[in-house]
């Protein structure tokens, strides 16, 4: 199983305020609190390192860290804590509506897609004539496990799809079928950033997804 994408997603409660010296400016120039402050035209930031395959997205709803082909698990946890805090630092993130932690692995199956659709379709889903009939199959669960909602995404894929709809920047050779196994981890009950609890999420996120990940394998049999 190879860790191929980690994202990291705050959804704000409130819109972080991008345009505070705007804000500041219009108080010294005319006096007065800024009115209609959310009508503002507020363009988002979005950075991409190609060197290091990271993506920081800061928008007034949201703030994003991605990371492609990570080197380890250790790496992703480290940077994403230390992006996190450079974006804390220098705008604050406001209240939070939901913390995303998102994991995504492949697991190589040689070059037979059809051999590992039919696997899926056996071992992951009720057979019947409208599963037997499909070109493509995908499960998707839900889960509540202490406390974190999981959502579990699984099935076959071939590396022109990844390439396609997953990722930003080219990756290294990858085998040409794989099984796809995602897993998102949500956290809605803590609405104040720290980057504490965002490490203890991490910690707990990893953990609960590389465990289902591997539940799924598992059970394919691959």
Not at 6 to 29: D, F, G, N, Q, S
Not at 68 to 93: H, S
Not at 185 to 207: K, N
Request: glycine fraction near 8%; charged fraction near 25%.
């Amino acid at each position: 199983m190879e860790l191929i994408k980690v994202t990291c997603e705050l959804r704000h409660a409130e819109r972080m305020k991008i345009l505070a010296p705007y804000e500041a400016l219009h108080r010294e120039v005319l006096g007065k609190e800024p009115e209609d402050v959310g009508r503002w035209i507020t363009p988002g930031l979005r950075l991409e390192d190609k060197d290091r395959k990271r993506i920081v997205v800061v928008d007034p709803s949201y703030s994003v860290v991605a990371i492609e082909e990570p080197p380890n698990v250790g790496y992703c946890r480290d940077t994403i804590l230390a992006l996190f805090e450079d974006v804390q630092r220098l705008l604050t993130v406001p209240r939070i509506a939901r913390w995303g932690l998102r994991f995504t692995w492949i697991h190589a199956y040689g070059d037979n897609f059809e051999a590992l659709l039919g696997a899926c379709k056996e071992r992951l889903l009720a057979p019947g004539p409208l599963i037997g009939r499909a070109s493509d199959v995908g499960l998707v669960l839900d889960y509540v496990v202490n406390g974190l909602k999981l959502t579990v995404t699984a099935g076959p894929m071939k590396i022109e799809q990844l390439k396609s709809h997953f990722l930003a920047f080219e990756p290294k050779e990858l085998p040409p079928v794989f099984l796809y196994l995602d897993v998102d981890t949500a956290d809605v009950e803590t609405p104040q950033y720290s980057r504490r609890h965002l490490g203890q999420l991490f910690d707990r996120g990893h953990g609960q997804a590389e465990a289902i990940a591997e539940e799924v394998i598992s059970v394919v049999g691959v």
